[in-house]
């Protein structure tokens, strides 16, 4: 799974090489000082999270109600928390606080959940008289105080920063298939439901606000939005400038929402006096942007008169208006119809499309030669009027469709010698100097530059904040690959150097038009052409390998910390808010890494694992998100008999049955039953196997095109696609099933889910087959996949077993259709859910079961490239883990996951199974013609 970047960022803030628990974080003084100023001792305090908790004595335990929100800036949260305490201790009530300024702040920040944003202070009383009373106390103490407005409230009347809504008080958490925990509430009749936290005005049905007469305040062109997209997105409760009224005294009728943030939304819309179209973007008073914390109002403002000054140029979105509606500050801008620069590169990249032809390669670095011109003459003008963009990236410069550039969102450009930008820089595109220093400069802007470019040769900027030299190899590589020209690879290291001297305009303009793309290619690059190893470079590459396992095994002994109980090792961020056993993300997952490389597992490591609860009520029953994986893992280890008590505390979970495949549902499960009856020979877990398989039997949809095909929808309503969560998974399971019973009816179902996901296919442009991560309904995907948790290469790892199994030939055309899209060397992540390991393992599993030596070449070829995202620390070694932006020891994303992939080069040859990704290759011997 992965998490959208506002849910990323906040485990990115508080070390420079791992994802850590912003929880872990030390407060500083102010907030704290104020609170033990007023509150007495008798009080109960504590900390969770960014949360300091603060209950009377005797106070009564109330589970959900009407709660109230006191909204802050860092600027006032102080006194705000200094006039608000008096009348919360005098009152008697249960209340909580952020700890300090900088939680205020990243709280009230442009990329924070917007449900959540805004709340400085929330208090739980007991009734609702104590509501109304300590409300109309509160807002008589903090009249004249501004805060943000709380998108999921409504304001008390009469104040701007008091506001409230309908929710849990204590925590009741429902556990959810990939271990994320839902907030519930009681309902009247006893009844947990989901506790609802949108970023506009809801209430349980049960509710009646208490402010229900009261005159509801105005709103904003969210809710303009929500009139003509059919969604409630609203900033504000009632009332607004809906598409009757539009925006600006009419002048901007807005047609629908493009994007939603903290900061505000994105607004597609038309402007009535020119009958242009026109992008709206919308900023809310009090959201803190930056280290800084610049109130997005003013940056708005600010943005719009930069803007306004490069017009002239022609290389920046021309700005229409700035304006001000209810509380909220907009821009509006000319409509640019194109793509951004990064969605252009990705989609139109001969690397990615396996165009490897010289007209492939010529027409695709001719074109985007034009495009990069551009981008530095926007630099160049800039500079010459003294402004510094200081955030420039591939997805900020929109290409019209004759190829024109438009720089847009320019919130962290400044005068130089003045400042007000925002101070935010995107990875991989921005210097070390300037993340210091909260502010780019003339160098960090041709830095960006170089990371563009490398971007539109291979998209591996954002390894930068891991290791600068990661890009660089990957950059050599790829450069040697596709016999790039050395004048390219010379022009992206200068730029790429933050510590090289200004670029002269002039003579950087001359050197990428002298670029000599037209006569690159006289022929196939090295990368084109299907290889088989050479012994001696194998002997090399499995030198590599051996000395890259040692050094990821160390760094695994060396970065645990036994003394923490929210993780043992450096993984990805999910560790954090699922459980940290899971085999995806948590120990099991590494002990099963090293278990498989041939290290010893440390008694340390196993005993902080056993001391944690794996039973129902802690992990779900997946395979790689929960106890089916511990299971697994334990048993592979030789603790059987802990296998066996944690898979059958399983038994009966009520999660067993939500999801139906191999990450976290009962494919996965079912699985694991079928290994620990293997392992332990117990037929209670065959048992249990087979009435999974009784589950896919009633529960299966057959496809809508035509019989011979079926599929199992997801919890979510959609009808995942791949092997982790789809129909190539379920059918993996039915396979293994049918192995074991002997029973030919699984196969029969097995082979129905595969022919359902392998119909899902679409051909790209490049005629490559690759597969949507949810099955099309209407229009067509507009995201392919070609990894192993979605895509190509998942499918395939089923699709050959049962080719195998069978013995059905008609199968083999399928596999060759699918293998192109696996036979690559080059992708955004080394990682094995979704990146070249996973690749790599795919193509493994081709060449043991085919034979074929070019397969083989493929494989090398992948590991290569992962191996280039080695990174060397003193702890031993590592590679980058989701987004390439911080350091990961996991399995889905990180070291863990890479190890399985290479040590499995090592010992890899045709007929052997190797595949030590959670497969049941062991039971699965030919049943078909031939057998």
Same mark, same amino acid.
């Not at 974080?25 to 033990?36: C, I, N």
């Not at 409300?135 to 009469?158: I, M, N």
């Not at 510094?388 to 438009?406: K, Q, W």
């Not at 089923?798 to 259709?817: K, N």
């Given at each position: 799974?992965?998490?959208?970047?506002?849910?990323?960022?906040?485990?990115?803030?508080?070390?420079?090489?791992?994802?850590?628990?912003?929880?872990?974080?030390?407060?500083?003084?102010?907030?704290?000082?104020?609170?033990?100023?007023?509150?007495?001792?008798?009080?109960?305090?504590?900390?969770?999270?960014?949360?300091?908790?603060?209950?009377?004595?005797?106070?009564?335990?109330?589970?959900?109600?009407?709660?109230?929100?006191?909204?802050?800036?860092?600027?006032?949260?102080?006194?705000?928390?200094?006039?608000?305490?008096?009348?919360?201790?005098?009152?008697?009530?249960?209340?909580?606080?952020?700890?300090?300024?900088?939680?205020?702040?990243?709280?009230?920040?442009?990329?924070?959940?917007?449900?959540?944003?805004?709340?400085?202070?929330?208090?739980?009383?007991?009734?609702?008289?104590?509501?109304?009373?300590?409300?109309?106390?509160?807002?008589?103490?903090?009249?004249?105080?501004?805060?943000?407005?709380?998108?999921?409230?409504?304001?008390?009347?009469?104040?701007?920063?008091?506001?409230?809504?309908?929710?849990?008080?204590?925590?009741?958490?429902?556990?959810?298939?990939?271990?994320?925990?839902?907030?519930?509430?009681?309902?009247?009749?006893?009844?947990?439901?989901?506790?609802?936290?949108?970023?506009?005005?809801?209430?349980?049905?049960?509710?009646?606000?208490?402010?229900?007469?009261?005159?509801?305040?105005?709103?904003?062109?969210?809710?303009?939005?929500?009139?003509?997209?059919?969604?409630?997105?609203?900033?504000?409760?009632?009332?607004?400038?809906?598409?009757?009224?539009?925006?600006?005294?009419?002048?901007?009728?807005?047609?629908?929402?493009?994007?939603?943030?903290?900061?505000?939304?994105i607004y597609r819309g038309v402007d009535t006096e020119t009958g242009a179209d026109v992008v709206?973007?919308?900023?809310?008073?009090?959201?803190?942007?930056?280290?800084?914390?610049?109130?997005?109002?003013?940056?708005?403002?600010?943005?719009?008169?930069?803007?306004?000054?490069?017009?002239?140029?022609?290389?920046?979105?021309?700005?229409?208006?700035?304006?001000?509606?209810?509380?909220?500050?907009? #821009? &509006?801008?000319? +409509?640019?119809? /194109?793509?951004? %620069? $990064?969605? =252009? @590169?990705? !989609?139109?990249?001969?690397?990615?499309?396996?165009?490897?032809?010289?007209?492939?390669?010529?027409?695709?670095?001719?074109?985007?030669?034009?495009?990069?011109?551009?981008?530095?003459?926007? #630099? &160049?003008?800039? +500079?010459?009027? /003294?402004?510094? %963009? $200081?955030? =420039? @990236?591939? !997805?900020?410069?929109?290409?019209?469709?004759?190829?024109?550039?438009?720089?847009?969102?320019?919130?962290?450009?400044?005068?130089?010698?003045?400042?007000?930008?925002?101070?935010?820089?995107?990875?991989?595109?921005?210097?070390?100097?300037?993340?210091?220093? $909260?502010?780019?400069?003339?160098?960090?802007?041709?830095?960006?530059?170089?990371?563009?470019?490398?971007?539109?040769?291979?998209?591996?900027?954002?390894?930068?904040?891991?290791?600068?030299?990661?890009?660089?190899?990957?950059?050599?590589?790829?450069?040697?690959?596709?016999?790039?020209?050395?004048?390219?690879?010379?022009?992206?290291?200068?730029?790429?150097?933050?510590?090289?001297?200004?670029?002269?305009?002039?003579?950087?303009?001359?050197?990428?038009?002298?670029?000599?793309?037209?006569?690159?290619?006289?022929?196939?690059?090295?990368?084109?052409?299907?290889?088989?190893?050479?012994?001696?470079?194998?002997?090399?590459?499995?030198?590599?390998?051996?000395?890259?396992?040692?050094?990821?095994?160390?760094?695994?002994?060396?970065?645990?910390?036994?003394?923490?109980?929210?993780?043992?090792?450096?993984?990805?961020?999910?560790?954090?808010?699922?459980?940290?056993?899971?085999v995806a993300h948590g120990v099991y997952g590494c002990l099963h890494a090293l278990h498989v490389?041939?290290?010893?597992?440390?008694?340390?490591?196993?005993?902080?694992?056993?001391?944690?609860?794996?039973?129902?009520?802690?992990?779900?029953?997946?395979?790689?998100?929960?106890?089916?994986?511990?299971?697994?893992?334990?048993?592979?280890?030789?603790?059987?008999?802990?296998?066996?008590?944690?898979?059958?505390?399983?038994?009966?979970?009520?999660?067993?049955?939500?999801?139906?495949?191999?990450?976290?549902?009962?494919?996965?499960?079912?699985?694991?039953?079928?290994?620990?009856?293997?392992?332990?020979?117990?037929?209670?877990?065959?048992?249990?196997?087979?009435?999974?398989?009784?589950?896919?039997?009633?529960?299966?949809?057959?496809?809508?095109?035509?019989?011979?095909?079926?599929?199992?929808?997801?919890?979510?309503?959609?009808?995942?696609?791949?092997?982790?969560?789809?129909?190539?998974?379920?059918?993996?399971?039915?396979?293994?099933?049918?192995?074991?019973?002997?029973?030919?009816?699984?196969?029969?179902?097995?082979?129905?889910?595969?022919?359902?996901?392998?119909?899902?296919?679409?051909?790209?442009?490049?005629?490559?087959?690759?597969?949507?991560?949810?099955?099309?309904?209407?229009?067509?995907?507009?995201?392919?996949?070609?990894?192993?948790?979605?895509?190509?290469?998942?499918?395939?790892?089923?699709?050959?077993?049962?080719?195998?199994?069978?013995?059905?030939?008609?199968?083999?055309?399928?596999?060759?259709?699918?293998?192109?899209?696996?036979?690559?060397?080059?992708?955004?992540?080394?990682?094995?859910?979704?990146?070249?390991?996973?690749?790599?393992?795919?193509?493994?599993?081709?060449?043991?079961?085919?034979?074929?030596?070019?397969?083989?070449?493929?494989?090398?070829?992948?590991?290569?490239?992962?191996?280039?995202?080695?990174?060397?620390?003193?702890?031993?070694?590592?590679?980058?883990?989701?987004?390439?932006?911080?350091?990961?020891?996991?399995?889905?994303?990180?070291?863990?996951?890479?190890?399985?992939?290479?040590?499995?080069?090592?010992?890899?040859?045709?007929?052997?199974?190797?595949?030590?990704?959670?497969?049941?290759?062991?039971?699965?011997?030919?049943?078909?013609?031939?057998?």
């Amino acid at each position: 799974m992965q998490l959208p970047w506002e849910n990323v960022l906040p485990y990115m803030n508080h070390d420079p090489r791992w994802f850590e628990d912003f929880s872990r974080r030390a407060p500083s003084s102010e907030h704290l000082r104020e609170y033990q100023a007023v509150v007495p001792d008798a009080w109960r305090t504590w900390r969770r999270g960014y949360w300091v908790i603060a209950e009377p004595p005797g106070a009564p335990v109330v589970g959900e109600g009407w709660k109230l929100h006191v909204s802050a800036t860092s600027r006032t949260s102080a006194e705000t928390l200094r006039r608000s305490l008096p009348v919360l201790r005098d009152a008697g009530v249960r209340f909580k606080f952020l700890m300090d300024p900088m939680a205020v702040r990243e709280a009230n920040g442009k990329t924070f959940p917007r449900a959540s944003s805004g709340k400085f202070i929330t208090v739980y009383p007991e009734d609702d008289i104590q509501f109304r009373a300590v409300a109309a106390e509160l807002t008589e103490a903090l009249q004249g105080f501004e805060g943000p407005y709380v998108l999921s409230d409504r304001r008390c009347p009469g104040s701007r920063v008091v506001s409230y809504r309908y929710g849990g008080f204590i925590s009741h958490f429902e556990l959810q298939p990939l271990g994320l925990r839902d907030l519930m509430i009681k309902a009247p009749d006893g009844s947990l439901v989901r506790d609802v936290r949108t970023p506009f005005w809801h209430a349980p049905s049960w509710a009646r606000d208490p402010y229900a007469d009261a005159e509801p305040a105005t709103g904003t062109a969210a809710t303009a939005a929500a009139s003509t997209t059919g969604k409630s997105t609203a900033a504000a409760p009632k009332g607004t400038a809906g598409t009757s009224q539009g925006l600006l005294h009419d002048r901007f009728k807005v047609e629908s929402a493009l994007a939603f943030s903290n900061r505000g939304g994105i607004y597609r819309g038309v402007d009535t006096e020119t009958g242009a179209d026109v992008v709206l973007r919308e900023a809310r008073p009090g959201v803190e942007v930056g280290p800084e914390g610049i109130d997005a109002v003013h940056l708005l403002r600010h943005e719009y008169e930069l803007l306004t000054e490069l017009a002239d140029t022609g290389l920046f979105v021309r700005p229409v208006a700035y304006f001000e509606q209810w509380e909220h500050a907009f #821009i &509006a801008e000319e +409509h640019i119809d /194109g793509s951004h %620069l $990064g969605h =252009l @590169s990705v !989609t139109h990249n001969p690397l990615y499309g396996l165009d490897l032809t010289a007209a492939g390669l010529t027409d695709y670095y001719d074109r985007f030669r034009l495009l990069w011109l551009q981008v530095a003459d926007a #630099i &160049a003008a800039c +500079h010459e009027r /003294g402004i510094v %963009l $200081g955030d =420039l @990236s591939p !997805t900020n410069i929109m290409v019209t469709a004759d190829d024109r550039i438009r720089v847009i969102d320019l919130e962290s450009a400044f005068h130089e010698g003045v400042g007000g930008g925002a101070g935010l820089g995107t990875p991989g595109a921005v210097t070390r100097r300037a993340m210091a220093n $909260g502010q780019g400069d003339r160098r960090s802007d041709y830095y960006a530059l170089g990371g563009i470019i490398l971007c539109c040769v291979l998209t591996c900027q954002q390894n930068d904040l891991v290791d600068h030299a990661v890009p660089l190899r990957l950059l050599d590589s790829v450069a040697a690959d596709l016999a790039l020209p050395a004048e390219l690879v010379a022009l992206i290291r200068d730029l790429y150097d933050e510590d090289a001297p200004l670029p002269d305009p002039a003579v950087l303009r001359r050197r990428l038009t002298d670029l000599p793309f037209t006569t690159a290619w006289r022929r196939l690059p090295p990368l084109a052409e299907r290889v088989t190893p050479a012994p001696e470079s194998e002997t090399g590459l499995r030198k590599r390998i051996a000395a890259t396992l040692d050094g990821v095994a160390q760094y695994l002994r060396t970065t645990a910390d036994p003394q923490r109980e929210d993780r043992l090792f450096p993984a990805d961020m999910l560790v954090f808010e699922t459980n940290p056993l899971s085999v995806a993300h948590g120990v099991y997952g590494c002990l099963h890494a090293l278990h498989v490389t041939g290290n010893e597992v440390p008694d340390t490591f196993l005993a902080w694992a056993l001391r944690r609860p794996a039973g129902p009520k802690s992990l779900p029953p997946g395979l790689y998100y929960g106890s089916a994986g511990v299971a697994w893992v334990l048993s592979e280890l030789g603790h059987h008999d802990i296998a066996v008590r944690v898979l059958r505390d399983s038994a009966g979970h009520p999660l067993l049955h939500t999801e139906p495949g191999v990450l976290t549902g009962a494919a996965g499960h079912g699985m694991a039953c079928l290994r620990l009856w293997r392992d332990t020979g117990r037929t209670e877990f065959l048992d249990r196997a087979r009435d999974i398989g009784k589950h896919f039997t009633q529960t299966a949809v057959s496809a809508r095109h035509e019989n011979g095909r079926a599929h199992w929808p997801g919890s979510g309503g959609q009808t995942p696609v791949g092997y982790g969560e789809g129909a190539s998974g379920v059918a993996m399971f039915l396979l293994a099933l049918h192995a074991a019973t002997g029973d030919p009816a699984p196969l029969e179902l097995g082979r129905a889910g595969l022919e359902f996901d392998l119909s899902c296919g679409t051909y790209a442009p490049s005629g490559l087959l690759s597969f949507p991560p949810v099955a099309a309904t209407d229009e067509p995907a507009a995201v392919l996949r070609h990894y192993w948790d979605e895509g190509t290469a998942g499918i395939l790892t089923t699709l050959l077993r049962y080719h195998q199994v069978t013995g059905d030939a008609s199968l083999r055309a399928p596999i060759e259709a699918l293998l192109p899209d696996v036979r690559r060397k080059y992708t955004t992540f080394p990682q094995l859910f979704h990146g070249i390991s996973g690749l790599g393992n795919a193509l493994l599993d081709a060449y043991e079961f085919l034979g074929d030596a070019e397969l083989l070449g493929d494989a090398e070829r992948a590991a290569e490239a992962a191996l280039c995202s080695a990174v060397q620390r003193p702890e031993g070694v590592v590679f980058p883990g989701e987004q390439t932006v911080r350091e990961s020891c996991d399995l889905a994303t990180g070291s863990a996951g890479v190890a399985l992939f290479l040590d499995r080069f090592r010992t890899t040859r045709p007929g052997a199974r190797t595949n030590a990704n959670f497969l049941l290759d062991d039971l699965l011997a030919p049943t078909g013609p031939g057998a």
